[in-house]
């Protein structure tokens, strides 16, 4: 089966993880190798083979411009959506917030996991938990640098968000209609929160 082969070789290399890290955070940029080997910081064969593997995969695309050959994560990719939402779990904001035990859901918009420009009066993210305010706001603005835009998010307790999921709230209804990712906690939790 093609897409077992195209795992197995997918999930063997530290190199190859620091690539869709970066690949998959900010999937909308385009990478030439030695920017992709700065930001690893692996040596240059091995960031080479490991890109190869990857387009091998079909996880990224490449094309030649100006002398050099650009990398970027294929949204066509059958992977993209899980391995989108395991660079967010492992780097930025989830790394951030990972470690907080009232967490119980993180979600992105789909256009905030993208990078794509915000809506009008678009919400980025909801955190989902009994977390005081001051325990998020520290990786929000980190998380704002890393991005160079404001971040609109919302933080809820567990009761909150399901007095809001039971009513159905519609800007609940509206967020989770634009099909979500779910960065962090368990999708159980949505329904027994």
Known sequence: MKTQSNLKRLLTSRTRLKLIEHLFYFPQNFYYVRQLVRLTQEEINSVRRELANLKASGIVSSESRTNKLYYWANSESPFFPDLLQLANKISGLGAALNHQDQLKLL???????????????????I???DLPLRSVEGPIKEEERLR??????????????????????????????????????????????
Do not use: C, W
């Open 107 to 125: 979600f992105y918009n789909r256009q905030f996991a993208l990078g794509q420009p915000p809506g009008s009066d678009t919400i980025d993210l």
């Open 127 to 129: 955190i989902v938990g």
């Open 148 to 193: 160079g835009r404001e971040i609109n998010y919302m933080l809820m307790s567990r009761s909150e968000f399901q007095l809001r999921r039971q009513k159905r709230d519609p800007f609940i209804i509206d967020f989770f209609l634009a099909y979500p990712l779910l960065v962090l906690g368990n999708p159980k939790e949505i329904l027994h929160s």
